[in-house]
C-alpha cells in the first residue's frame, strides 16, 4: 500500500506535465502561417471517406474503422454525418452540427457530445475540444476529447485525437479523411 502515494503523485504530474508538453500544449496559433489553408466549409464538405486505428491506454490498436461521411453547408452553418464500422462489427452514427464564428473559431454539438464542442482554426490545422459521453457497449465513461486536424493537401486531413479521464489518457484516434471521390480514384489506380 505504501507504494500507492508516490504511484498517485506520480500520475498527477503526469498530467499537469502534459498541458506543457507534447500532443496538448500544442497553440492553433503555432500553424497559423502554415499551408494549405484548412477551410471547414470546403474541406468538410460533401462525401468524406476517412479510415482510423484507435489506441487503448496501454497503446495498443485496439480497433479500426472505416466511415462514412457527408457535409452540407449553409452560409455558416453546416452538419457532418458519420456512419462508422469498427473492426470488431460494431456500428456508429453521428451528425455533428457546426455553426462558425469570428476568427476562425466555431461550435459543434451531437448527440454523445456533453454540451458544445469548441474549435478554431488557424492556417492547416483545427483544434476541437469536447467532451462525449461513450455509449453503454463502449463502458458508459464520459471522456474529455482534443481533436487536431491538419489539412495536408490534395483535400487529405490527418486526424489525431486523445481521449483522457482525470487527465489520464485511455485511447488515442489517428484517421485520415479525404474526399470520397479521390479514394475512389486512387483504389481504381491501385487496380
Known amino acids: 500500500m505504501s507504494w500507492l502515494i508516490p504511484l498517485a503523485v506520480f500520475l498527477l504530474l503526469a498530467a499537469i506535465a502534459g498541458r506543457w508538453i507534447g500532443f496538448r500544449a500544442q497553440n492553433p496559433d503555432f500553424y497559423a502561417e502554415s499551408g494549405p489553408e484548412f477551410v471547414l466549409t470546403e474541406h468538410l464538405n460533401g462525401p468524406i471517406l476517412c479510415e482510423g486505428i484507435i489506441y487503448g491506454p496501454l497503446g495498443r490498436v485496439s480497433s479500426t474503422f472505416v466511415a462514412q461521411m457527408s457535409g452540407e ?17 460494431n456500428t456508429q452514427l453521428r451528425k455533428w452540427y457546426l455553426t462558425l464564428g469570428e476568427n476562425g473559431q466555431f ?85
Not at 453547408?73 to 462489427?89: K, P, Q, V
Not at 475540444?129 to 483535400?155: P, Q
Open 73 to 89: 453547408w449553409n452560409g455558416t452553418t453546416g452538419t457532418l454525418a458519420e456512419d462508422f464500422t469498427y473492426s470488431t462489427g
Open 107 to 191: 461550435t459543434a454539438t451531437a448527440d454523445d457530445i456533453i454540451g458544445e464542442a469548441r474549435g478554431i482554426q488557424r492556417g492547416n490545422a483545427v483544434r476541437m475540444s469536447y467532451r462525449i459521453k461513450l455509449t453503454e457497449e463502449a463502458g458508459g465513461h464520459v471522456l474529455d476529447v482534443t481533436d487536431w486536424m491538419y489539412h495536408t493537401g490534395d483535400g487529405v486531413i490527418i486526424n489525431r485525437s486523445q481521449m483522457r479521464k482525470f487527465g489520464i489518457k485511455v485511447a488515442e484516434l489517428v484517421a485520415t479523411m479525404r474526399p470520397a471521390s479521390q479514394a475512389a480514384s486512387e483504389s481504381l489506380a491501385a487496380e
